[in-house]
């Protein structure tokens, strides 16, 4: 009795083309691919140049920004080195007309034992003032100007007396000017007062 072979083992034909298309992909596929990669990688390439070109022209405008010419620093330097004396001066004198003037509407500033004052009590401060001065001087005046802001740091020295008793004493003030259409116009300010003074 001849031995018998299950049908199952037994292989279909399979054409071989049909065996290829189903396996690997045609030439025209292949093609076709790389077709779509190329056009992904032009369109990538064209969206990196435009962003570097925009980078550069960004930095080309802000060097072309610093090139232009700025406004003359010195003069506003003096302008307010002498705002800075006029300040001292008018502490001597009780004067507030100066603050009044120069000081911006929303001046804030602490003074030398903490406060923090707005303008009309700056004003106050120096109306009301019960110090009889002999000699207020401001000196050491560093202005470091940025454009339409400027920082200046200045020594004040004051003598004089208060209720009788002599006092002598010295204050770092840090001040903020903005420049306005009208003017240099202090926006802050704060004073320390110096150690080793006599009151």
């Known amino acids: 009795m001849s031995r018998g072979v299950a049908v199952s083992a037994i292989p279909y034909p399979i054409d071989r083309k049909t065996l290829e298309a189903s396996t ?18 032009v369109t990538a390439m ?36 002498n705002l800075e004396l006029g300040f001292a001066h008018a502490i001597q004198l009780n004067n507030s007309t100066i603050f009044n003037t120069v000081f911006s509407d ?9 406060e923090v004052i707005n303008k009309a009590k700056q004003i106050q401060l120096i109306q009301n003032s019960q110090n009889t001065y002999a000699f207020v001087h401001c000196s050491d005046v560093l202005v470091k100007i940025y454009r339409d802001v400027a920082s200046v740091t200045s020594l004040r020295t004051e003598r004089g007396t208060l209720q009788g008793r002599s006092f002598s004493r010295q204050f770092r003030i840090l001040r903020v000017y903005v420049n306005t259409p009208r003017g240099w116009r202090v926006v802050s300010s704060q004073e320390t007062q110096l150690p080793g003074y006599s009151h």
Do not use: W
């Open 46 to 81: 064209k969206k990196t140049l435009m962003l570097v070109f925009a980078l550069l022209a960004l930095t080309s405008s802000a060097f072309a920004q610093d090139d232009e010419p700025k406004p003359n620093q010195e003069a506003d330097r003096q302008t307010i080195t």
């Open 24 to 41: 690997y992909p045609s030439e025209v596929q292949i093609r076709q691919d790389l077709g779509k990669i190329h056009r992904c990688l």
């Open 106 to 114: 929303d001046f804030i500033g602490i003074t030398y034992y903490g």
